[in-house]
């Protein structure tokens, strides 16, 4: 049996664009009540004045911060009571040659990727034990979490690095009730992709998954009931070569 998402309180980091915006609306439609997080202000407004105030509260900052990502958990308590899922999500993808990427862009790519997934699982976790206990870590790796490819590595390297935090959190925090799952997607037509050196319109980017697709999974993720752990989902456009 399915289990109802309605009045469930999610936190999504990098709700902005992408797959976390559209996590959001998904999720909302499914009932939930979602803090998000990003760095742009408008973008958060927006999604705000689609789906309402009382449904959605934006917290704006940077996610390498780990106080951002304190400051998000606390919006969702203060505003509905209690945290049930966090979904670490935000991250960035600069791809080259390992000679051809600066020390800020590569810097920033594992602060974002790694660091930024640690503080906001650290934030849920902190929540879900001031709670009674149980709850929901959704992290957004990739394919390239498990195999890494020519002008990716340290992008590979950040989402390798998510998948090694999440399994062990799952064997870590599982006789508490919380879940940890992986979703690893891969191309997606986001932003991000057409960052990736790809532009829009372009036959690869229309072979990808949709960032829709990629929140359907999340949404029934969390549809699962609380006797069953998923762990690990890989998803693939059928399109793509
Ligand atoms: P987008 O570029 O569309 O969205 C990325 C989101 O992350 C934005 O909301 C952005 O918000 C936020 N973000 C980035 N850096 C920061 C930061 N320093 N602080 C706070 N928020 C930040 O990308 P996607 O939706 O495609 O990516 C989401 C996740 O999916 C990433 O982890 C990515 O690695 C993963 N992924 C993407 C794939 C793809 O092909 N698109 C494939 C596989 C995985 P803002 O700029 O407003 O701060």
Redesign the pocket.
Known sequence: TTRSLDGTVVAI?????????ASVYSLVDAGARVAV????ED??AKIVSDLGEDKVVPVV????DPG?NDALVKAAVDKWGRLDTMVA?????AYGGILDLDDDTLT?MV???YL?TVWSVRSAVKQFRAQDGGGDIIV?????GFRGGADEAV?AGT?HAQVGLAGSLDRELRAEGIRVTLI??????????I??GRTEGSPDLDA??R?ED?AHTIRVVLEQPRSVRTTVWQLWSTEQQ
């Open positions: 980091t990098g709700a902005s664009a992408g797959i976390g915006a997080s990003a760095r742009r973008r958060l900052g940077d996610v390498r951002l999500n935000a991250g960035i993808g920033e602060e974002t990727n930024g957004v790796s990739s394919v390239a992008y989402k690893c997607p891969a191309g997606t037509a986001t932003e991000f992709a960052g990736a990808y998954l960032p990629v």
